[in-house]
């Protein structure tokens, strides 16, 4: 079966604090790993994919297929990361399996 | 940058009536697809569509939903009698091809069944 875990459904931190949010999944073959964002009032959009290793708003995901893991990092959190996270798979057909999200607000 | 729009961004209907939800995925995208999300819970897929082909649906989207594509340019989820159940916010997503992995995504349309 394919899953998506998020165990947190609320991260908070202070601006400047290292961020890291969970996401482990489940899938019998070979899945692409993303992490799409949510700002607020706007629509869903891509932060970054596992296969193109790159890092955006200096964000980065490692994935360890050991684990099953997709954590999703940041350094230093800016207040301007508040935002609704989720990670998801594809296999087969690009379908989307979303985790259930996590909101990371950012304290000044 | 072209976007996937959507159209109403809210809908209010009767349980029982008939809605139509409408999408313009991307001028060039040839995959186009349907979550939902119900308030509080995780986005789920609904359908995808292909050459005028539904290619997968998921077990929510039962003999109620239909898809369509009546022209070049918009796509369609219609709710034959909808339920209490079906409210949600409803997302159209399009992909220019398999192997460009970027789904976009449209704004999402609230249906609220009373």
């Known amino acids: 079966a394919q899953r998506v875990t998020q165990p947190e459904k609320l991260l908070s931190v202070f601006k400047g604090a290292p961020v890291e949010l969970k996401c482990n999944y489940s899938?019998?073959?070979?899945?692409?790993l993303f992490w799409y964002v949510q700002y607020s009032r706007q629509r869903l959009q891509l932060l970054l994919r596992h296969i193109s290793r790159e890092s955006i708003k200096g964000f980065t995901a490692d994935l360890n297929k050991g684990e099953t893991s997709f954590h999703l990092k940041k350094p230093f959190a800016q207040e301007e990361d508040s935002a609704m996270y989720y990670c998801?798979?594809?296999?087969?057909?690009?379908?989307?399996?979303f985790g259930a999200g996590t909101i990371l607000r950012v304290k000044s | 940058e072209p976007e996937v729009t959507q159209t109403p961004s809210h809908q209010v209907t009767q349980m029982g009536q008939e809605v139509i939800l409408r999408c313009v995925p991307i001028?060039?995208?040839?995959?186009f697809y349907w979550y939902r999300q119900i308030l509080g819970q995780k986005v789920e897929f609904l359908v995808s569509f292909y050459n005028n082909e539904i290619s997968e649906k998921s077990e929510i989207f039962d003999d109620q939903f239909s898809v369509e594509r009546p022209d070049g340019s918009n796509f369609t989820l219609k709710i034959r009698s909808t339920k209490l159940e079906d409210s949600a916010m409803y997302f159209c997503a399009s992909i220019w091809g398999l192997d460009q992995d970027t789904q976009y995504f449209g704004p999402g349309t609230r249906l609220t069944v009373l």
């Open positions: 001028s060039n995208h040839l995959y």
């Open positions: 998801a798979l594809t296999g087969y057909g690009n379908k989307l399996v």
């Open positions: 899938y019998s073959g070979s899945p692409e």
